[in-house]
């Protein structure tokens, strides 16, 4: 239950200069008390939050840092997502080109290039390193998971002279960004940690969409569509697609809307049993005796207590890593219907990779240039501890320590899962 | 200036059927007095608009039709927009496999189709007929532009025992679709009339994105992508690539933020002059003078007063005809370097009909099924005289009426143009 | 080594109708005794062939079966390739329209919807069957893997009257369609049988480039680029991708060399070993030792001696199921790095039937349609047991029996694969 | 009719180096008298052109120049192309990488930037600058049209000592290659001149496909897709697509093909009447009256007799300026059917800049490679005046004056022609 204090973002101190943007054109400058409600439902069903409401994302008139002596860096961590290039991009040119800031670096291969040990150096972005960027995947600056000592951290930023870094990641490098703004709080230093939110799955609190997510989206329902064509083509087809989505299911929920052939979808936040009369098995059963085909979408995360226990195992970021779901579905079916006696086509496709790494869509090229904008507008303002929200269709501020609280999960009673509900026709799960 | 009996849904009775959808699963249905706030800003610069709200779209628990008892037909009109072919269907499998009606009718060729001495007949839809059509771009309809007598199109509902008329188009067809249900409700009859919102050109009111949109950005990045590509495989290279929007600039917009790549941007809401110290060919020669190459993005309304007049030109749906801006500029542009001895290789693009007639990306494909099962929704509890309104991320009702009462355009302190202008660089013109 | 007898095509008597496309226009018939020579090189190095030629393909002015009398079918059998719909569609486009051939039927599901026992019914094909079909991936008849008995199927002819009888599929396929052609022959029926051969591994012979291999190089090339971009984003990143080609590694090196990215292509035509100072694995760390990152392709046939004996398996055509060298490659990578202790970012891609059920690109829809055209003239013209060859980019008939005798595999002396060595620059591998 | 002295090569002496090739793997050297039949038919209607041949283009075991002590340049001349960059990245990877030349350099903008009056400099190319180039459309090298004062020219190559140059282009472009080849002839200099044809058109001789073609029919093929849903969507709709080909039809052609849906393909090979009974005109008017909608492509060059006699107007390459057939078709049909009282629905399309940008599609990067590297390969085996040709599958060496002694039309007889006309129906033109 968030408060109003959740919310209160923290600065560096007072806004004192005026904002070299005012020279630019009628700008749009947006108050620093504007504000977006958390709110937006009333009438039956709608909470009453009172005024609980967000700092609104944008330019301020005035700024606390002085462009000309400022020192900015960019850090991209964590697994790729389209779009990460876009906002390296703009990043640098509403640094350069609009606040006039002449020094912005570019830290290779994520947290790791902040540490000396790593024996990386940071580069110096420049117009022609930034040129055709923003037409690639990936990241040019390289990325990788894991965190690295904070106090090392802040040790490089201090002794290159950077004033502003921003942090472009999930969960866990929102949590090395509070971290590390923690730490430069507690030397008391002048310094803006800013976070820029990456998430294909979509699973951060506060940012209803991430870029990637669209992109992501648009990779998936090609490949749902290819699994569809495989399913209907043979004698009881069946096409077993696992998407992305380790808490969440927003990326299968959503490429599976697109898509409009599936008729299962597998989440994390809804649990199912594989056999017995109200399970998986049977009702897929059921679809392919009928219809002759079945499109299966199976989100990374979903049906994970379906392992026999064994230790966690987490990867180099701490996120848990999950026993494969796809390959244990993929060999229950199999199973299944042998026992059964009936001959099935299964193809099991897991794209991961090829999505994560494709050139960010339209859509996305313009999140990640607002959120990139966005984020330097907050850092200019002094703000710190800062991440960009995305809040009914609004950029917003939102502490960065409230924002990894807690993961986001996809809402059973939102348009999009209800949708998902109708256009699948797959039933409700008894477990 | 909006008041809350502007926003009033019209219904033909109460609601005193169980939905059908109850029999589905958990479904989410929305209470009928479920509002969504027109104002969602608070603090420094946001009006008081008090407690002014929409009606929430989405499934009642109580419906106003007998579903086995009920025929429903969708009518596409105007131009054509990626999506329509996914509404179609998904209107389609909404009504027949959720709500159970057992007769659903295509009518040919816009509201054309609704005239008998048009010699068009309605097809019946069934589950063969929209099998592969959301991956068509399109309407497999077919569209017109233009009216028809409202008298006749009654006639035509009566004689058919049409219940529900979706009606899938702009401002014209609204328009239309606001007269039909006058003229159902003169006449006394229970009919629902709602319209769906196909606005490739993002210009109604109280739907701040229409399906279509995003795949217009992205097929007009592309086309500016390679504009940009030749501008700077050239001596002084100048891209010149008209787009669409008539009354308001938002494919313009969107898709050079998109693009990144754009130098100047000129939409029908902000007029420029040409020549001149200010003007636009003057700032067009700084730039291919300093750089060696420029992007220039124009919408199709734009810059109309520049113009000789001459009688105003209507196309059949009553849309302005303009004159073709893309074109004096490409002529103004040959001339006024030609005049400066200096040699220019301009490169023209106009790709309209390429744009509209691509199928939709995976998220117009998500947008327009919602819209078009909220659509459903309403229809069968009875609403009428109502679109199907997106606003603040969430879809509402909006009375046809109030929504065709003005065109929407760019707001020029909107995130979307303020980041056009940083983008750029472009001046703010005089005129 | 191919002799002339091996060449000659049957036929089932003589031509003694004029084709009706000589209404049609300027048709350039081609005459039966046109041939294309074998050999096209000479000089130094190139083998002296004599006269050895193949049937030239194309439209005959005299025809054998009474278009008006005739009933034909199409039958799709093995796995997906892009542009097998798009073979339909021609088939009957070419019969229908230009041939007025008052009945052609699909059959459903391969050779088994052939077999009564199957319950599967063929469909009569219609303009609006095939009306979109061709933008669509699949196969709109169905498939199946796996023979049905001769006498089965030849007694189905018989039944439906079918006097042609196209079979598109690759080897195994094939081995059918000439067994099917046998029969007829023994039962002295006037029965043509015509091959199109569909091969997504390129690996039949007389056929240097069947549909779907372009359309698979563009899909494939854009998973090597996903690759190659994970492996650039991470320390010490490898991409490794597993691409078609169970005999041949013609995908793998086409893939390999569109993308220019690729440092190790692994194919069936040459073994390597895993470990030793020449083994794969100590390349492959000595190039990501030095370079950070590293792109290695797999055709899935490739090193199958790696695997240790077992039992073979064979899938439901015949087709010997290989170990999966993808996965072994996989395994031993983490292995042989983690015993160096060197931490790495392996991404592995398997992307399969997302390649196989992707609509044709430009290219494969041409030639599909070509391919279809010249199987349709051959039938007409009464050849049987004649499979639509290509070489040295002309259309030819090849006897069905000849091109099935052995398997094609990559030239290591040709164009393609010295280039693929060279833009790789990996090692000859010492076994 | 060519003659074989019409095919010898011109080489700068002889090859007494071996080829630093040797060194890197099994390499599949060409003997440097390996042959290409010119005719590859026999048998009824196919001349007889004796023992007719072209040298086979590969690397030569044994070289001219000595890596060590070359420098070589790349120039990119005339309008865009999708492979260009493929092409100087692979020029650049062979020369650098395999022969281990030390300087490669990158001519800025045509001949124009080997002409030191334009200021432009050359840049020397390295991995860095290569690195992402084959993703990107256009050439990093910039192009221009126009020839330059051939003494210039080689005044330059021999101050900064270029010893090859590699000429990018089509026609114009090898008619200067040709010109410069003749100059450092006439000089006694050994610096070799080789050509790599580009033309988007296909329409140079002894280039059956140039890279670009390929992707030009995707483009074009989307492009007809979407011209085609206008005109089914559409009363009377129509469908009008301009496509690129000034002197030859291959492009409307095989984009009709890849389309299957287009009606009618108009070419520069034949002239048609617009008017009267015979005349396109009449029969769109038909074909539109029976089936409610059509699609019509156009080359560029074709019906240009239809213009009323004017001064003809030249391009900067001297190309033939043409006056706008679609333009002019669009007005006719227009004129036409008001005359005739019947409402169409025209859309227009002209994609041309924007199929020219794109980048390289997979088989295109492929033949962009290959010709690259053979180029380097006979550049470095001291052939000269050498253009690099595509015959019967082969990629062949063709002097450069012989290619360019006329233009390359359609075979009007050929599978690609006589395919067109079975799938449009369209008639045999009278003029």
């Given at each position: 239950m968030p408060a109003q204090e959740d919310f209160a973002i923290k600065t560096l101190g007072?806004?004192?200069?005026?904002?070299?943007?005012?020279r630019l054109h009628d700008v749009g400058f947006v108050e620093d008390d504007a504000r977006i409600l958390y709110q937006h439902k009333c009438g039956a069903g709608a909470a009453d939050w009172g005024g609980l409401c967000f700092e609104e994302a944008g330019p301020r008139?005035?700024?606390?840092?002085?462009?000309?002596?400022?020192?900015a860096a960019v850090v991209t961590c964590g697994g790729l997502s389209p779009g990460l290039n876009n906002v390296i991009r703009s990043v640098y040119c509403e640094l350069a080109y609009n606040y006039l800031v002449p020094r912005v670096l570019g830290v290779r291969n994520g947290y790791m290039g902040l540490n000396p040990d790593?024996?990386?150096?940071?580069?110096?972005?420049?117009?022609?390193?930034?040129?055709?960027?923003?037409?690639?995947?990936?990241?040019?600056?390289?990325?990788?998971?894991?965190?690295?000592?904070?106090?090392?951290?802040?040790?490089?930023?201090?002794r290159d002279e950077i004033d502003i870094l921003f942090c472009v990641g999930g969960d866990g490098t929102q949590r090395g960004a509070a971290a590390i703004s923690d730490e430069v709080e507690r030397r008391g230093l002048k310094k803006a940690v800013v976070?820029?939110?990456?998430?294909?799955?979509?699973?951060?609190?506060?940012?209803?969409k991430s870029f990637g997510y669209d992109t992501a989206l648009e990779k998936a329902e090609e490949v749902l569509r290819g699994a569809h064509v495989e399913a209907r083509c043979a004698p009881n087809g069946i096409g077993l697609v696992k998407l992305m989505g380790r808490n969440a299911g927003f990326i299968a929920a959503g490429a599976a809307l697109a898509s409009q052939d599936a008729?299962?979808?597998?989440?994390?936040?809804?649990?199912?049993?594989?056999?017995?009369?109200?399970?998986?098995?049977?009702?897929?059963?059921?679809?392919?005796?009928?219809?002759?085909?079945?499109?299966?979408?199976v989100a990374e995360g979903a049906g994970q207590d379906l392992f026999t226990p064994s230790?966690?195992?987490?990867d180099a970021s701490g996120n848990v890593l999950h026993d494969d779901i796809g390959i244990l579905i993929r060999d229950h079916c199999?199973?299944?219907?042998?026992?059964?006696?009936?001959?099935?086509?299964?193809?099991?496709?897991?794209?991961?990779?090829?999505?994560?790494s494709t050139p960010a869509n339209a859509g996305d090229r313009i999140l990640s240039d607002q959120m990139a904008r966005m984020a330097v507008h907050a850092a200019m303002a002094g703000k710190t501890d800062t991440l960009i929200g995305y809040w009914h269709n609004e950029l917003v501020h939102v502490p960065i320590r409230t924002a990894i609280a807690e993961k986001r999960q996809l809402d059973l009673t939102s348009d999009l899962w209800t949708a998902v509900m109708r256009s699948t026709g797959q039933p409700v799960w008894r477990v």
């Open positions: 007072p806004c004192t200069r005026p904002s070299p943007l005012s008139a005035s700024i606390y840092f002085d462009p000309a002596k400022t020192t790593s024996g990386l150096r940071m580069v110096e972005l420049t117009p022609a390193f930034v040129d055709n960027i923003h037409y690639l995947g990936g990241t040019v600056l390289g990325s990788s998971r894991g965190s690295q000592e904070v106090g090392v951290i802040v040790d490089t930023l201090v976070g820029i939110p990456k998430t294909i799955d979509n699973d951060l609190h506060y940012v209803y008729n299962f979808v597998l989440i994390p936040e809804i649990p199912f049993r594989l056999e017995g009369e109200d399970g998986f098995l049977t009702e897929l059963e059921r679809r392919v005796l009928s219809k002759g085909h079945a499109l299966v979408v230790d966690t195992r987490r199999h199973a299944h219907f042998k026992d059964r006696g009936i001959a099935i086509n299964l193809k099991y496709i897991d794209p991961s990779y090829y999505i994560r």
